[in-house]
């Protein structure tokens, strides 16, 4: 019974996955209540916008920064959390004059480690328990890399659709020129060429 609880316990796991838009001049704070000795993880990619950079602070519930940065385009920072309380996740575009962006990021909320039983501390569970813990963080680490991997992606295509808009405009804008210049030579040579009769 104990081994299943221990298992749901590990699928239940919390990775979230989001997109955020945050105006130009705006800042965004998402929160996590979890208590001391829960293991918490913040990953986050700026898929579109400017130059893709944002600003960001993880705050502890006594107020204090445990990590921020200006003008990153992702990160992936992990820690453990010392007291009870809510944990604050805080995207910043403040800096930013006119231009939205967009955050893809996923917010890892483990669970505090139950006491083992009598049983479980004889070391009869041990080994499945670790290899379940395993498993649960490996596939934690693919979901996150499958939605890096779609960020990823998505930013890629976005930057071929505009390159190839651009060379499909430029092309025409050349075309246009050419037929131009190619009509401006021909009248200006007909002319050149025109025999004047004198009466």
């Known amino acids: 019974m104990y ?3 221990l298992v749901v316990l590990l ?6 996955a989001y997109f955020v838009t945050i105006d130009a001049h705006a800042e965004e704070c998402f929160f996590d209540k979890v208590s ?8 986050f990619e ?8 944002i600003d960001f602070n993880i705050i502890g519930p006594n107020g204090q920064t445990i990590e921020s940065g200006e003008r990153v385009s992702n990160g992936k920072y992990a820690f453990k959390a010392d007291m009870d309380g809510v944990y604050t996740y805080c995207f910043s575009n403040k800096m930013s004059t006119m231009t939205p962006k967009i955050i893809m990021f996923n917010m890892d909320v483990g669970e505090p480690v139950p006491e083992l039983s009598a049983d479980s501390q004889n070391g009869n569970h041990t080994k499945l328990e670790e290899m379940i813990k395993e498993l649960s963080g490996a596939l934690r680490t693919v979901k996150h890399e499958q939605d890096y ?3 990823r992606e998505r930013v890629h295509r976005t ?8 060379v499909v ?3 025409f804008f050349e075309a246009f020129v050419l037929l131009t210049m190619t009509a401006g030579q021909v009248y200006y040579l007909k002319r050149f060429f025109e025999v004047r009769r004198v009466v």
């Open 46 to 53: 700026v898929a579109e916008g400017g130059f893709l950079d």
């Open 3 to 5: 081994l299943q609880s």
């Open 36 to 43: 001391a000795g829960t293991k918490l993880g913040l990953t």
């Open 159 to 166: 930057i071929n659709e505009s390159t190839n808009s651009r």
């Open 149 to 151: 991997m779609n960020l």
């Open 11 to 16: 699928v239940l796991t919390c990775a979230n």
């Open 169 to 171: 405009m430029w092309s």
